[in-house]
């Protein structure tokens, strides 16, 4: 017979393991814009391409946060814009029994790498739609960019999570 006093689990639904679940995954915004077409198809050479990332995280109710993702890509060849595409994609978490001291790091470290294969399709798919070779963006290290605005901010700056690709 086990003993009830141990383990995380609870008799009448009753648990207190930390739990996290992905409730709704949906675009917010999205936006790809071809200025210079049909011209662009007619261009020589590679663009250079510029990736920014942005995210941050929102309680929307109890135990449920949102966590939003933005990327903004732009090309440019021969000091013509190419292409250039803005999304903001959100998630919305279901987080029970998680530690105050583990949030932050989740939300601002783990749920972006968790959505970021869902934001790399769309971009790709984005870019291939607009007559472009799909734009396969480099996996980012959220945890790096997570601990370096930490140290950012124990040396007096702001806690503002942003990256480049």
Do not use: C, H
Not at 129 to 156: N, R, S
Request: charged share 20%; aromatic share 12%; net charge negative.
């Amino acid at each position: 017979m086990a003993d009830e006093g141990t383990g995380d689990a609870q008799g009448n639904g009753q648990d207190f393991a930390p739990q996290v679940g992905i409730i709704t995954q949906y675009v917010k915004d999205l936006s790809f814009e071809n200025p210079n077409a049909p011209a662009v198809y007619q261009w020589q050479g590679q663009p250079q391409i510029d990736v920014q990332f942005n995210f941050g995280s929102t309680k929307v109710a109890e135990d449920v946060y949102e966590v939003v993702l933005k990327a903004e890509i732009k090309a440019v060849s021969a000091s013509q814009t190419a292409f250039q595409v803005e999304l903001t994609y959100g998630t919305l978490f279901a987080l029970r029994n998680v530690p105050e001291e583990q949030l932050q790091p989740f939300l601002f470290a783990e749920a972006p790498r968790l959505i970021f294969p869902f934001v790399r399709r769309i971009v790709a798919d984005a870019v291939r739609d607009g007559g472009f070779p799909p734009l396969m963006l480099e996996p980012i290290d959220f945890t790096a960019l997570y601990l370096a605005q930490l140290q950012q901010q124990e040396q007096g700056g702001t806690f503002e999570v942003q990256g480049e690709a």
